[in-house]
């Protein structure tokens, strides 16, 4: 799966009721890409997990979450990831576009598990793969260097 595709799926899944809670957001986003993904093949999964692992490693920089703790600023992270391709590269562009997000504490961390949940669907068994990319907070050492 390359970049275009991924945001396309983003796009593709996200909940289209403007009125809906933020918070459920992550959750519905979570279980439609889920939904999708699981019909395969294992590749697409893998894809998807990549792609996912680079977005969450780019945002991994000390402007955007220096104040938040690893877990929060990780599923923060995930928020400005569900909320689509505009609004990532937005605030990959002005740090200062993830302060709603930081101040709101709006999270999406069920978007982390799709690649494991769609798998196990997928398959029966446990997902057992290492991205290229680590998107744990802090393993971008490039956007910490200077902390």
Do not use: K
Not at 66 to 71: Q, T, V
């Amino acid at each position: 799966m390359d970049e275009d595709s991924f945001w396309q799926l983003i796009e593709q899944c996200s909940p289209s009721d403007p009125d809906a809670d933020h918070a459920d957001h992550g959750d519905q986003l979570a279980e439609a890409l889920t939904e999708a993904l699981a019909v395969g093949p294992v590749s697409t999964i893998r894809g998807f997990a990549e792609q996912l692992a680079w977005a969450l490693y780019r945002l991994d920089r000390r402007e955007f979450g220096r104040d938040l703790s690893a877990d929060a600023f990780l599923y923060t992270r995930c928020a400005v990831v569900a909320d689509g391709r505009a609004v990532y590269e937005g605030v990959l562009a002005d740090p200062a576009l993830i302060a709603p997000y930081v101040n709101g504490l709006v999270w999406a961390e069920d978007l982390l598990y799709v690649p494991d949940e769609a798998y196990r669907e997928l398959t029966g068994q446990e997902w057992e793969y290492s991205t290229r990319y680590d998107y744990e907070t802090g393993s971008n050492t490039d956007g910490w260097a200077g902390a």
